[in-house]
């Protein structure tokens, strides 16, 4: 049996805040590499930085849900912003910070799309002037949320990886494995998903992209296969921990929802598209959501897999 | 001296020594524990596992905190809340618990127990007020075979001192790499 301390509520965190920092992370790139500007319209940027915020924003409340006394004195969350030792602190700062950049980012976006909203704001804010500089605004955004975006997708695994009394999470693997997720399922739902709905075509636009996504796919199969190996070789609990992720209890879950629709089919419908040079569009809306639901029971199954250390 | 230069010149100020020789596995330090906190249900800071001899005879051991010296508990809490009190006792503070439960994650002896209702993850705190004012936990009060040994590390002459200075009482799993402060074990047959 895995640890019991934390459940459902901490594993779709950690999912929630990957995919949303991995949103960003979408955007981010698709903006300063100045691909968004080849199109009128780029459903990329506006999904990925319209997303990130309130992914990230659920999560954070998931998080605050999850606590005891904090949930019911809240004002006591203030400490959680005091002890710098613990990755937990690092993390407020992490989210505090990120929410609003992405908020911004993405509402830069939006009103950019929708010049309406600008005019309906300065009713309320006089000072805004009526033209913004969104190209600068946004690129600064964009950078500044990137960093932030990684050190939130990194965080998540650190803090599983710091924990020695559970030797499956206790490696610097995991942080690795957290970061390339988040990039994967942030464009599994902007780009396969998101984009896809809004332009068919999307990835005929951006030849580029189904190759970094094929590229975060296999290093996140390689990664997965090495935290099961070296917690498999490592024997005791670890070994215990592997052993219920391949064929035990968990393997169900394993194979079906992380291995097959987040691993294996996105990877062949990738391969096809830099072939084809274009995703089918149901293929592209399976992967992407194949993609999500593998993130979300990957995080499951590492949080759940956990086996503590024998007494 | 060694047994790690008597355990780094003994670690709290005071040690807790269970000779695993003695424990018949009766429980009552258990009970007493949850007697004496006023625990909800059947919550006991101490949780006394049955186990077996190589030679497949039983044993009994009793783990609550060890009052780690590197206190992983200590270092992952966000608020600061888990602390080293000048005692050496690692303790908690109601007050800026959030009940986040990342040390209980990150406890390797499972010695954290949550409270459901106060929503903080509390533990064994050595019956402090007694201690400071010369007497001993309850657990060690309970218990009727004598398992239990209780002293102060910084008087060398304290049966605790001893015992560790001869490497008879030893930390409970150190290559969990935590080093208990003030939880010592005599095993069996030692
Ligand atoms: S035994 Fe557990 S609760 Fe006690 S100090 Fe060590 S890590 Fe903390
Ligand atoms: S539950 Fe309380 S004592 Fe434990 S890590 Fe969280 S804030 Fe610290």
Known sequence: MGQTHWGWLVAIYLFLGGMGAGSLLTAAVVELTGERYKHAFCPTTLIGAGVSGPLVIIGSLLLIFDLGAGKMEPWRIIYMFTHFTSVMTWGIWLLTLFIPVSLLYGLMEIMDNYPGILAWLRRFLKFLPATLPYRSIRR???????????????????????????????????????????????????????????????????????????????????????????????????????????????????????????????????????????????????????????????????????IPVAL | MTLDQALAEARGKYALIIDLNKCTGCRACELACHQRNELPGDMSYIRVYPKQKPDGSPYFLPVQCQHCVKAPCESVCPTGATYHHESGAVLVNDKTCVGCRYCMVACPYDARRYDEEKGIAEKCWLCLDWVLGGGVPACVQACAPGARIFGRLDDPDSEVSQLIASGRAKPLHPEFGTEPGILFYIFPGE
């Open chain 1, 140 to 306: 600064v955004l964009a950078g500044v949320g990137a960093v932030l975006a990684v050190g939130v997708a990194i965080y998540t695994g650190i803090l599983l990886s710091v924990v020695r009394a559970v030797p499956l999470w206790h490696t610097p693997l995991l942080p690795l494995l957290f970061l390339v997720s988040a990039g994967s399922t942030g464009m599994g739902l902007t780009i396969d998903l998101g984009a896809t709905i809004a332009v068919p075509d999307v990835a005929r636009r951006f030849h580029a992209l189904p190759i970094i996504h094929i590229v975060l796919i296999g290093l996140e199969a390689v990664l997965i296969g090495l935290v099961l190996a070296v917690a498999w070789l490592q024997g005791g609990v670890a070994a215990e921990s592997a052993r219920l992720v391949l064929m035990g209890p968990n393997a169900v879950i394993f194979w079906a929802f992380v291995v097959f629709p987040g691993l294996f089919y996105p990877f062949v419908v990738h391969a096809y598209a830099i072939g084809a040079r274009r995703h089918g569009f149901i293929s592209g809306i399976l992967s992407g959501a194949g993609i999500v639901i593998a993130g979300l029971f990957l995080r499951y199954l590492i949080v759940f897999s956990g």
